[in-house]
């Protein structure tokens, strides 16, 4: 099983919008609803942001949003703040054999 | 609220034997999947094993089968990760992550034990 794919790195001004995807297959990202997001902080854990494809946990800004297209998933930051320079790590659902696979990590930078 | 505390930081040479352990806390150490996952220095996350603490089921990703060796205690809500031969290659921090078997996710992560391996 591969690694999900996500782009090197993003970035944006203050209050821009970006927008992460992370595209998997079919075993994976399109064949369940159960993709989630993590951003981690330099020298932090990770952080759970995004569950179940669009859910956000209690305590994340509401600037965080996820979806999905088929075999691409999305999490996008509306108006970017300093704090969300990061990197964000998609996660899915991949079967009862494989069970879980990462995407490879995006850096999030806020010019 | 669950809690997840890693062992501390750990500086051993190639061929060493390790174990690092992840305790759980204010939650039913049991009832909740364990999951071990490497972070190589400036790489992304990679799931290596999960385990069910509460009759230690265990299942690992092919690329750590038979490298690392997950258990758990749950007389004492603890999780392992251990090798009985280091490589340089395992340098990495090294996260243990619990997940509500209800939910397809992990809400909660430890702090991370750094491993370096070096000669």
């Known amino acids: 099983q591969s690694a999900l794919t996500q782009p090197r790195s993003v970035s944006g001004s203050p209050g821009q919008s970006v927008t992460i995807s992370c595209t998997g297959t079919?075993?994976?990202?399109?064949?369940?609803?159960?993709v989630s997001w993590y951003q981690q902080h330099p020298g932090k854990a990770p952080k759970l942001m995004i569950s179940?494809?669009?859910k956000r946990p209690s305590g994340v800004p509401d600037r965080f949003s996820g979806s999905k297209s088929g075999n691409t998933a999305s999490l996008t930051i509306s108006g970017l703040q300093a704090e969300d320079e990061a990197d964000y790590h998609c996660?899915?659902?991949?079967?009862?054999?494989?069970?879980?696979?990462f995407g490879t990590g995006t850096k999030v930078t806020v010019l | 609220e669950v809690q997840l505390v890693q062992s501390g930081v750990e500086a051993k040479k190639p061929g060493q034997s390790l174990k690092i352990s992840c305790k759980g806390s204010?939650?039913?150490?049991?009832?909740?999947?364990i999951a071990w996952v490497r972070q190589m220095p400036g790489k992304g996350l990679e799931w290596m094993g999960i385990?069910?603490?509460?009759?230690?089921?265990?299942r690992y990703w092919p690329s750590f089968q038979g490298q690392v060796t997950i258990s758990a205690d749950k007389s004492i809500d603890t999780a392992y990760l251990q090798w009985s031969s280091l490589k340089a290659s395992d340098t990495a921090v090294y996260y243990c992550?619990?997940?509500?078997?209800?939910?397809?996710?992990?809400?909660?992560w430890g702090q991370g034990t750094l491993v370096t391996v070096s000669s």
């Open positions: 204010r939650y039913s150490f049991t009832n909740y999947w």
């Open positions: 179940d494809v669009n």
């Open positions: 996660c899915s659902f991949a079967g009862s054999y494989t069970l879980y696979v």
């Open positions: 385990i069910w603490p509460g009759d230690s089921d265990t």
């Open positions: 992550l619990a997940r509500d078997p209800r939910n397809y996710y992990f809400d909660y």
């Open positions: 079919s075993s994976d990202i399109g064949g369940y609803n159960y």
